[in-house]
């Protein structure tokens, strides 16, 4: 009995002093910790209060507005456009439309070639005289 109860107290006094160092290294570490974040707690504090500040600026503009009789009256009435006038269809003839150009460009030259082709086909379809440079 005698060395289990000194097996107790040993295991005790042990169970102690490693509660005590951890106490200890906790103290240390949140000291540490306060100290290099609390610059950063001081920044957002002051930011905090910086948009506190600016949010209430935009509530007092806002409540002046509201008391105005016209709080729109910044607001500037959509302009209309000037209706345009259309020319005068003139009746078909050869040289009506006069002459039309057509530049077809590109990197892979068998693709312009027979866009170009279809091109010329259409316009001897719709009866459209085409003069090749």
């Not at 160092?21 to 002051?46: D, P, V």
């Not at 935009?58 to 016209?70: A, F």
């Not at 000037?82 to 693709?111: E, F, I, P, R, W």
């Amino acid at each position: 009995m005698d060395d289990a109860e000194h097996c107790l107290t040993l295991l005790e006094d042990e169970m102690k002093s490693r509660v005590q160092r951890l106490i200890l290294t906790l103290r240390e570490f949140t000291r540490t910790q306060c100290e290099t974040n609390g610059s950063a707690i001081q920044k957002n504090i002051s930011r905090i209060c910086q948009d506190q500040a600016r949010l209430n600026e935009v509530r007092c503009g806002i409540e002046s507005l509201m008391q105005e009789n016209d709080a729109f009256r910044f607001v500037e009435p959509k302009k209309k456009k000037d209706k345009t006038q259309m020319k005068q269809m003139v009746s078909a003839t050869d040289t009506a439309y006069g002459t039309l150009n057509v530049k077809v460009s590109g990197y892979d030259m068998t693709v312009v070639e027979h866009y170009s082709q279809y091109i010329h086909n259409l316009c001897n379809r719709l009866g459209i005289q085409v003069a090749e440079r």
